[in-house]
């Protein structure tokens, strides 16, 4: 048993260690995964809920994932990893995030503080609440708090 926890330990240190030999490109990569995979899935159950598509308790259980994925945002964003730093084509992470660290920090909390927000109002059963929420396009970005981040975090998409 204490072989295979130290096989265990050595393989997460290894791990951690390619993350963090990782390229300046590949986390903006990896960010892009993160945002568009994870937290773009759980848009796209709101957005059908705001067409007529699905649950409260869908819209809960994506709120709540939401919340959740918003926690992780930060650890995403490590130092060197935006414009200047990354081609842009490659991210639309702004300097600001790390020249106001706190207001992206706050922006992101905000984020997951509306999200369980969102999820509570679902699971009361409020289906109008939702909608003014999410909004009826699928996509009420201020409201929710992504569009604090996009706003002042994020730049103009950029062909490559």
Same mark, same amino acid.
């Not at 926690?71 to 842009?88: A, E, N, Q």
């Given at each position: /048993?204490? *072989?295979? /926890?130290?096989?265990?330990? !050595?393989?997460?240190?290894?791990? @951690?260690?390619?993350? %963090? #030999? #990782?390229?300046?490109?590949?986390?903006?990569? +990896?960010?892009?995964?993160? /945002?568009?995979?994870?937290?773009?899935?759980?848009?796209?159950?709101?957005?059908?809920?705001?067409?007529? =598509?699905? @649950?409260?308790?869908?819209?809960?259980?994506?709120? /709540?994932?939401?919340? +959740?994925?918003?926690?992780? !945002?930060?650890? &995403?964003?490590?130092?060197?990893?935006?414009?200047?730093?990354?081609?842009? &084509? %490659?991210?639309?992470?702004?300097?600001? !995030?790390?020249?106001?660290?706190?207001?992206?920090?706050? #922006?992101? $909390? +905000? *984020?997951?503080? $509306?999200?369980?927000?969102?999820?509570?109002?679902?699971?009361?059963?409020?289906?109008?609440?939702?909608?003014?929420? !999410?909004?009826? =396009?699928?996509?009420?970005?201020?409201?929710?708090?992504?569009?604090?981040? &996009? $706003? &002042?975090?994020?730049?103009?998409?950029?062909?490559?």
């Amino acid at each position: /048993m204490r *072989f295979a /926890m130290k096989i265990v330990g !050595i393989a997460m240190a290894i791990a @951690s260690g390619v993350l %963090l #030999a #990782a390229s300046a490109d590949d986390v903006a990569k +990896n960010r892009i995964n993160f /945002m568009e995979d994870e937290i773009g899935a759980e848009w796209k159950v709101l957005a059908a809920f705001s067409k007529g =598509k699905g @649950s409260l308790a869908d819209v809960e259980k994506s709120a /709540m994932t939401l919340s +959740n994925l918003a926690k992780k !945002i930060p650890p &995403h964003f490590p130092k060197d990893t935006g414009r200047g730093k990354v081609p842009d &084509h %490659l991210t639309r992470a702004l300097p600001e !995030i790390w020249t106001d660290p706190q207001g992206f920090q706050k #922006a992101t $909390q +905000n *984020f997951a503080e $509306q999200s369980a927000k969102l999820a509570a109002v679902a699971k009361a059963g409020d289906k109008d609440a939702v909608l003014d929420i !999410i909004g009826t =396009k699928g996509y009420n970005a201020a409201k929710i708090g992504c569009g604090e981040c &996009h $706003q &002042h975090f994020r730049g103009e998409r950029v062909k490559k």
